[in-house]
């Protein structure tokens, strides 16, 4: 659904997928928010910010970059970001 964020497993890790517009273009990084060390970052708020979009996690409120990770607040805690595309309407992600 745009404008929200699912969670999902490749092999152990808990990766958040977003897709913030109506288009194709989806986003994806940990779900592992790292302050919290709870896989929530899915169920985050999505907002723009100086023109990249971001997330807000759920838990503590650290903003994470949906194109590569960053953290806005704490750049040492950032969280892992992916390689992702739709193809045929199927979401694949490059881990």
């Given at each position: 659904m745009?404008?929200?964020g699912v969670?999902?497993?490749?092999g152990?890790?808990?990766?958040?997928?977003f897709?913030?517009?109506?288009?194709?273009q989806?986003f994806a990084?940990?779900?592992?928010d790292?302050f919290?060390?709870?896989?929530v970052l899915?169920r985050?708020?999505?907002?723009e910010?100086?023109?990249?979009?971001?997330?807000a996690?759920p838990?503590k409120?650290?903003?994470?970059?949906?194109h590569d990770?960053l953290?806005?607040e704490?750049?040492?805690?950032s969280v892992?970001?992916?390689?992702?595309?739709?193809?045929?309407?199927m979401?694949q992600?490059?881990?």
């Open positions: 745009p404008g929200s969670c999902g497993l490749i152990e890790q808990h990766i958040a997928v897709r913030p517009y109506t288009d194709e989806v990084i940990s779900n592992i790292p919290a060390q709870a896989s899915s985050g708020l999505i907002a910010h100086q023109g990249d979009l971001w997330v996690s838990l409120k650290q903003h994470f970059r949906l990770g953290c806005l704490d750049e040492t805690r892992a970001h992916y390689d992702v595309r739709v193809r045929d309407g979401v992600i490059k881990a």
